[in-house]
């Protein structure tokens, strides 16, 4: 079965600085991968996902993902960041009937002025 | 609006007393969802329904029951809930077919004493 690794637990970025937060994930084939953030108080809300194509993905934000096969990595990337991006993040992995999806353990991310 | 709603968004109750969270889509889509959220744990899948009357169990289903008597509705039923069960709860759907994102609810976060 697939699963997913988020290495950080917690990070804390400068506002203005840049962002990458990690995903790794076990799976057979090439899944559907998924970024999605939660803020506080708040549901799932989808920054990104990939399905095939371009490995490199732009979602809503400024955000960005790139699709690493050999790495097994589809990590998040965010050039310069601010501070309503302060929320909790989850990488999600989903089989190719894409019923089964399976969300990491979370990064929180905390923005400093 | 295009959305999926929960209800109630906040529930106290106590061991034993069987209780009902009720997820309605406005979508029209085939595929609901039900799962938890727990800290370092991320969302874990309780159960899924692909279509009206089809049901199946996800990764965590002990303690829970669901039906999916109409489209729209996909009600999440603890008949005797426990505090293990105290967490917080996502609904979500999607169009079924192959690279259909999900969309969540905003969440119910159910306390048992």
């Known amino acids: 079965a697939q699963s997913v690794t988020q290495p950080d637990i917690h990070i804390t970025v400068s506002e203005g600085a840049s962002l990458e937060l990690r995903c790794n994930y076990s799976y057979g084939a090439t899944p559907y991968l998924f970024w999605y953030v939660q803020s506080p108080g708040q549901g799932l809300q989808l920054l990104l996902k990939?399905?095939?194509?371009?490995?490199l993905v732009q979602g809503i934000k400024g955000f960005e993902a790139e699709f690493k096969r050999s790495q097994s990595s589809f990590n998040l990337r965010k050039p310069s960041v601010h501070w309503s991006d302060a929320a909790e993040y989850f990488c999600a992995v989903a089989s190719r009937n894409n019923n089964d999806m399976r969300f990491g353990a979370g990064t929180r991310l905390t923005v400093k002025p | 609006e295009a959305q999926v709603t929960q209800n109630p968004r906040y529930l106290i109750t106590v061991t034993g007393k069987k209780l009902t969270v009720t997820c309605s889509q406005n979508m029209n889509h085939e595929y609901m969802s039900w799962y938890r959220q727990d800290p370092g744990l991320g969302l874990r899948q309780i159960y899924y329904s692909m279509n009206v009357e089809v049901t199946d169990k996800g990764d965590v289903p002990e303690g829970y029951k669901v039906s999916r008597k109409e489209k729209r509705n996909f009600p999440l039923i603890l008949e005797s809930p426990s505090p293990n069960q105290t967490s917080l709860y996502f609904c979500?759907?999607?169009?079924?077919?192959?690279?259909?994102?999900?969309?969540f609810g905003p969440g119910t976060r159910l306390t048992v004493l």
């Open positions: 990939y399905f095939s194509g371009d490995t």
């Open positions: 979500a759907s999607k169009r079924q077919g192959k690279v259909n994102e999900q969309f």
